[in-house]
């Protein structure tokens, strides 16, 4: 995101370099970054998927009719009744083309995104009668909005606790997340958690950014659009739950915070991921939207491994590969972000040395890691992107 | 509702009433309830408007094509950078041609629901530095959700204390509902709060309601698109917010909650408000949702106080009227809610005696009110209302 500019609207300069974004085409070439910008990658705003949408053209438009999705009740039947059945059934459907985690034998709980839905599942592993608040932790460097979004009320069932890897036992709610935000390690659980004690973040664990390796069947996964077709204006996630009580509590969480999540979005979202996964079922279709997220990223880690190597003045965590049982193929990850560390001695907060050149990013000690690191956004519009690129060449 | 059914997919019986169906047009006719099924009143669900929108017809349909609003940002640049500008400008429209509620000098947070936005508020006013939670109150009977709520996670910061009434000083946080959830009273604070401490739920401040009688010019003031147009599933509120600081604090709770609004239901939300306010524009336009809205309940209300008066067994709070400066007409009050009173001498739990007859309402107690009253929603399809009104008279 450029700052002061608004995101969605094509206020922003036009670029010339047309070839340039033939090349790589992410991103519209309308959308470009002025010189003296300050470009925005803190947040982990999936702008880069918009080129696809665009491409797709009018086909890709939900209709929604003024009658449509009134009332409170999406599935009055249901477990989680806010849930719409169309959505639900392209979710699992999309789970099962993709094979990155098991859906059947699981309840689906829907968020308004991953957000919502890892304090709803904080809360449904709490216990409501403990003396005092339970930990919940993560290994650092762990995604930094864990602990404001876990202490924003200060509960009296839990209490961010920090790093997992300082402690012991199995007396917390540890948060998994794998491929790792911000450093796109995969992970397992590190604590010797009690069954039921460990909520799975997988929202980046899709074939654009890693390897697929095996069929994830853990006791609570969580998934959002926003990383997936890049959708995240529709603020919207779903949980998949083994256990019955679990799901029950966290569809309370969700019906007591607000009564609920968009039908709109949830109706958007169905016809979104149908058209996803109805390229993959037809042969002909090469309007696939894993196969243009890879492309792109790969093109992005490259042109960033590049610059990082010419300059001598960053490091990057080293690059892994696997078999993707999707792909069909060994390929490397690509993480949504880059955790990019200042190896310059002189440089202690990175961060602030970024700044310094027009690029905003999260400091390492956010993630209860290392001032000297940073989290890049890797999904911004090309414009963006090639921006950074050019500003850390500059860098000395 | 009616229990065990999806309430939106058409299945329910069809009625071969046709008749009655076009003297009271809320609901489309083919909607009915079977004479065994259980109707469910419990919440406020909206779904009397669906006749308004089907009329309306294709021209209420909101069309978003699939690269749009893919940032979670809307406007990076404003205070609330997840408020869509255009569905801003609608609800500021609105407004002005209502009159309910002053809109120059306030600033606008958008909230998943009303629900979410009073949980923003009751954390914006709170004391970071308290040593204890500060109390919340309403004067009973108020709304049910308020205390469940209030104490979702126990909050260090925000503690339900219960009802106003009971209270004195200014040293709580009290959300005034006016007209009031349950009973339709309007309301003014009634505590002798300090500046900045009340929270004025003006969800039902409209004309469909209540006469409009001023411009409501409180502190904070809360709103939502499901008592308005009917679109609860939208999960769509607003709060008008006077002071700087706490609206940034609520956009801080929005943002930590669940990082935005769906930017779908906004988009689709303007442009049903945008065809609220220009049928009033347009003198010739007679598809007037206020003017629909306000014939239904007014019907309703008439059926269900000559069901009251005729058979004896209960008592409604007394009818209220007034000039409203958006009809320029005395026009009586018609509630969202009936709160409906069992003089029965041997009952004593008028929820339970309504269950017996095939009707879900909730209980008096959960309002911090008597058991011998029940909140029955008056929104709901014309079938529905009309099975009420066919099982009250039945009650002996």
Known sequence: MVEGSRSDNGSLARTTDGERSQQRPCTPPELAVAPDAVINLELGDPTMYEAFWKEAGERTAVVIPGWRGMSYFSDAGGLC?????????????????????????????VGTGATQLSQAAIYALSPADANHPIGVVSPAPYYSAYAPQTDLLLSGFYRWAGDANAMGGDSHIELVCSPN???????????????????????????????????????????????????????????????????????YFVDRSTIGVSRDSQLRAAKILTLVSDAYDDDKDTRRLFDFAQ???????????????STGMFSLPEETSGYCTFTKQI??????????????????????????????????????????????????????????????????
């Open 81 to 109: 009744w806010f849930l719409e059945p169309e959505f639900e059934r392209e979710v699992r459907r999309l789970h099962r083309l993709v094979g990155n985690a098991a859906v059947d034998g699981y309840h689906l709980v």
């Open 181 to 251: 935000n911000p450093d796109g390690a995969i992970r397992e659980a590190v604590l010797s958690s009690k069954p039921g004690k460990a909520i799975h973040d997988l929202v980046y664990y899709w074939p654009q950014y890693t390897p697929i390796t095996g069929t994830a069947a853990h006791d609570i996964m969580l998934f959002t659009m926003s990383k997936i077709t890049g959708h995240a204006g529709t603020r919207l996630g779903w949980a998949l739950v083994k256990d019955l009580e679990v799901a029950k509590k966290m569809t």
């Open 295 to 309: 492309r792109c990223m790969a093109d992005r880690w490259q042109a960033l491994r590049a610059t990082v190597a």
């Open 331 to 396: 390929v490397p990850a690509y993480p949504a972000f880059a955790w990019l560390r200042c190896e310059k001695e002189s440089v202690e907060n990175c961060r602030e040395l970024l700044r310094g050149h027009g690029v905003l990013a999260q400091g390492g000690e956010l993630f209860g890691g290392d001032a000297r690191c940073v989290r890049v956004n890797m999904l911004e519009r090309d414009g963006v992107f090639d921006v950074l690129i050019q500003r850390l060449s500059s860098i000395e």
